[in-house]
């Protein structure tokens, strides 16, 4: 079978072509920094999961430039949230170059993420009420993650609940957007449209946790930023909230409310990596991946189907 991405190649490279159009801006600082950090590349898996979505719903080329924009407009979104992410946790790298922030600043990395967050709601003002609704959500959720996350930071109190309702804000969210609106702009019916956003939320959960993992176990050429980046910043990964409850010396270490650098960072890598912990955070991720591959095989077969079920697949396959 094609790679999930080649089944959607021509709709993609139309995206692309546009994406990088919008990034453009009358001040060149604005450009500049956009095309920076969206140019680097990532996987552009949201775009991917997108289109998969609406093809496999039925979705036809009539109407496959709206679900573009709609690809294009979570792109934008999820962009916007690096360079502000990147500010918040004083990032130095992504994608394996300096960060926007290193590079250009607390100023003027924070303008180019509200202008994609504007570039955004400016392509969705062609969908319909209900969609605009959807993508705007999404942003409120994202933006309450944000804070959710912060208010845990450096707290061996987070729960794996509090942990699920913070990743189901940040990451989930545009996931779950994602599938309903490309369902709906392939005319699904509502049961198809309310299970796309469930298979979102599975798909980001599911994507978020194996994300935690690698953060602990590298390397850092695979990740694009320095092992051990949430850990030093304070954030409950799954990892730290599954180690905590088992290490009170980890406990300890997490909770000093202080950047942990040099030995400290070093132990408490090493206690996230017991192999315990590491197989309970694969089977949390591999729990999701089967929520999403059940909803997949209700809908009508096609090769968009088994490209969304390998685009699934390869969430818990990203593992070292």
Same mark, same amino acid.
């Given at each position: ?90 990032? #130095? *790298?992504?994608?394996?170059? +300096? ?7 607390? =100023?003027?990395? !924070?303008? %180019? @993420? ?98 935690? #993992? *690698?953060?602990?176990?590298? +390397? ?7 092992? =051990?980046?949430? !850990?030093? %910043? @304070? ?86």
């Amino acid at each position: 079978m094609l790679g999930p991405a080649r089944l959607v190649e021509a709709d993609l490279a139309a995206a692309e072509i546009k994406l990088s159009r919008l990034l453009d801006s009358s001040e060149p600082i604005i450009a500049e920094i956009c095309h920076y950090l969206v140019d680097a590349g990532g996987k552009r898996l949201r775009p991917t999961f997108i289109l998969l979505v609406y093809r496999a719903c039925g979705g036809l080329d009539a109407k496959v430039d709206l679900a573009i924009d709609a690809a294009i407009a979570l792109e934008l979104i999820h962009s916007a949230t690096l360079l502000h992410d990147d500010i918040i946790d004083s990032g #130095l *790298l992504r994608r394996g170059k +300096p960060s926007a922030f290193a590079r250009y600043g607390f =100023g003027p990395s !924070l303008i %180019a @993420g509200d202008y994609l967050f504007c570039r955004a709601f400016e392509l969705c003002s062609g969908f319909e009420a209900q969609m605009i609704r959807t993508a705007a959500q999404a942003c409120i959720q994202l933006t309450e993650g944000e804070v959710m996350e912060t208010r845990f930071r450096h707290s061996a109190a987070a729960t794996l609940k509090d942990y699920i309702a913070v990743i189901n804000r940040k990451t989930a969210s545009l996931f779950y957007a994602g599938g309903k609106v490309a369902s709906d702009l392939a005319g699904a019916p509502t049961r198809t449209i309310d299970a796309m956003a469930k298979l979102g939320s599975a798909m980001g959960l599911a994507f978020q946790m194996v994300d935690d #993992l *690698l953060d602990i176990l590298g +390397p850092e050429e695979k990740i694009g930023k320095p092992v =051990g980046s949430d !850990l030093r %910043a @304070g954030i409950p990964s799954l990892p730290v909230v599954l180690g905590v409850e088992r290490s009170p010396e980890l406990r300890k270490l997490f909770q000093n409310g202080t950047k942990m650098e040099g030995p400290a960072l070093e132990r408490a890598l090493n206690l996230l990596r017991n192999p315990e912990i590491v197989a309970e955070a694969r089977s949390l991720a591999a729990e999701q991946v089967g929520v999403a591959r059940r909803i997949v095989a209700e809908l009508k077969p096609s090769p968009y189907r088994e490209g969304l079920a390998t685009v699934i697949d390869d969430q818990i396959s990203r593992e070292v």
